[in-house]
Structures are given as structure tokens and as C-alpha cells.
Nanobody, 114 residues
Framework: QVQLVESGGGLVQAGESLRLSCVIS????????VGWYRQPPGEERELVAT???????TYEDAVQGRFTLTRDNRKNTWYLQIDRLKPEDTAVYFC????????WGQGTRVTVSS
């Protein structure tokens, strides 16, 4: 039984920054990589960045150079730093394992105005 809780979203202007947080509790069921997913309005959820237990990261081209993943092992908390936000970053952001667990958190909404 895994619980995922995202926070830190909000309404911001283009060019500003946000830091999203994800607290994960429960067994990882053998998974060693956590991802951040986002779901734009009217679109399907997509994986945009990942971080493994050893700290290695991957980023999709659309977010490369602007998104940075970190984690605090002692707090079971993963962070997504988003810099130079763009209107196209508007979405509900979720964290989950890669591949994802069956259950999802409520996500945190990021809305970027121009």
C-alpha cells in the first residue's frame, strides 16, 4: 500500500519558478526509480523526468535545462524544481514510481499565465 502526496503547485507567471514536493510512504515493491508525470488540460498523463536511487536523472526534451529533480532520503521526499516556467508547462503534476504503481496521488496543479 503506497501513498503519494504532491504539493507546491500554484498560479504563476511565465518566467517564474516553482518547487514541487512529493512524499511517498509504503513499500516501493522493488522499484528504484521515481518519476514526475504531468497531465495538461485535455491531454493524457506523460512522464517528463525521473530520478533513480543512485541520483541519476533523465529529462524529456521539453523540460531539459529547466526541470531539476532531487530527493531527501531521510524524509522520503522527492522534489521537482521548475525554472523559467512556460505556459505549456500548465498541467497537474504527479509523482510515482517508474513504472507507476496502480494508485496515484491527487497531484498538484501548476498554472502558468503569460
Amino acid at each position: 500500500q503506497v501513498q503519494l502526496v504532491e504539493s507546491g503547485g500554484g498560479l504563476v507567471q511565465a518566467g517564474e519558478s516553482l518547487r514541487l514536493s512529493c512524499v511517498i510512504s509504503g513499500s516501493p515493491f522493488g522499484r528504484n526509480r521515481v518519476g514526475w508525470y504531468r497531465q495538461p488540460p485535455g491531454e493524457e498523463r506523460e512522464l517528463v523526468a525521473t530520478i533513480a536511487n543512485d541520483g541519476s536523472t533523465t529529462y524529456e526534451d521539453a523540460v531539459q535545462g529547466r526541470f531539476t529533480l532531487t530527493r531527501d532520503n531521510r524524509k522520503n521526499t522527492w522534489y521537482l524544481q521548475i525554472d523559467r516556467l512556460k505556459p505549456e508547462d500548465t498541467a497537474v503534476y504527479f509523482c510515482n514510481y517508474v513504472p507507476p504503481m496502480r494508485n496515484w496521488g491527487q497531484g498538484t496543479r501548476v498554472t502558468v499565465s503569460s
